[in-house]
């Protein structure tokens, strides 16, 4: 029999999950509502209800060997979710809850270090050991990697460069204080600095006659590449405020490569050539030329599931 794992990304609005072999081939893969109102324990329910109802048709193929999940404001340590935005769950033992369905070895942890796992085993940092992969998607989140092994800090929760504070008195970020690296290099921060030029600039831009909550990162992009002189100055920003992070981080850890991911990272070069040049332009010597920032090697409808299933094969592989 195959052997499998059970990768399950919990998001704020869906929940995807679905077996994975160790060369990160998904075999079978579904997704629910999170509806994150409801209870934990109503949510583990649906999911596990609708897994069992599809692992019963392949169990006789498929040996499931434990399962995995990435979510946000997860604690690797205590198996908790801890006051996760858009779920209304508070402070939940989610191993606890769990092991009312299976006794199979199970782990969990943020979403953000979920993919840098994924991309260790699967994407663009195969055979690699110091990498930090920062995913650039409503707000940044990130996974640091040292000698093969996440990092997560004494309680669980280090490698937050999204909330990196860069300017103190900037722009208010979601977790309540002002200047956090999110802010600016996001697809939101991307939305907020195309205003802030909008009322800088008197430049013809295509950019004015789309409603804030209609912009998107990808509307930006595509203007860029016409040309807007506005979105061109808002990627050359993105990318200066986020190579300068890196050079910071690059002191703290020498990483081999720094890889993106997410919405604003599919503008490529757009922001790709910024990120590097502002990287090196402020990189100590003893740094210069030797982190390559590269793009995710996960395919992005793939990537949270991949993550996940990662995270339990690294405990299984005794990778931990």
């Known amino acids: 029999m195959l052997e499998v794992v059970l990768g399950i990304d919990i998001g704020g609005t869906n929940t995807v999950f679905g077996l994975v072999d160790r060369n990160g081939n998904i075999l079978t893969s579904d997704s629910i509502p999170t509806t994150g109102d409801d209870s934990a324990e109503s949510f583990f329910e649906r999911v ?5 109802e599809k692992f019963e048709l392949v169990k006789d193929k498929y040996e499931l060997k434990g ?5 946000p404001n997860a604690n690797y340590y205590k198996g908790t979710i801890e006051h996760a935005p858009n779920l209304a769950w508070g402070f939940v033992n989610v191993l606890d809850i769990i092991k009312q369905y299976t006794d199979l ?24 050991k110091h ?5 650039l998607g409503t707000g940044l989140g990130s996974g640091i990697v040292v000698n093969g092994d996440l ?9 937050e460069m999204g909330h990196v504070r860069i300017d103190k008195n900037n722009r208010v970020c979601g977790c309540g204080r002002k200047g956090c690296l999110e802010t600016v290099a996001s697809a939101t921060g991307i939305k907020r600095t195309v205003y802030e030029l909008l009322a800088k600039m008197n430049d013809k831009s295509s950019l004015r006659d789309i409603p804030f909550n209609k912009l998107t990162s990808k509307n930006i992009h595509e203007a860029a590449v016409k040309g807007d002189v506005v979105a061109l100055e808002a990627f050359e920003y993105t990318g200066k405020v986020l190579g300068k992070a890196i050079s ?20 490529g070069d ?27 090697g996960l395919p992005s ?14 405990e299984l592989n005794g990778e931990k």
């Open 105 to 128: 070895p199970a782990v969990l942890t943020n979403d953000a270090n979920a993919a840098a796992l994924g991309e260790m085993k699967f994407g663009a940092a195969k055979n690699m």
């Open 151 to 159: 990092v997560y800090g004494h309680d669980g929760f280090a490698g």
């Open 131 to 135: 990498f930090i992969q920062i995913t």
């Open 48 to 52: 596990f209800k609708s897994f069992n």
């Open 248 to 267: 910071d981080a690059t002191a703290y850890f020498s990483p081999e490569a720094v890889i993106l991911f997410g919405g604003l990272a599919n503008a």
């Open 270 to 296: 757009m922001i790709f050539e910024p990120v590097k040049r502002h990287m090196e332009k402020n990189m100590m010597d003893l740094f210069k030329n030797k982190v390559q920032v590269l793009m995710s």
């Open 67 to 71: 399962i995995g999940i990435g979510a």
């Open 301 to 314: 409808g793939d990537a949270a599931i991949l993550g996940a299933s990662a995270l339990i094969w690294h």
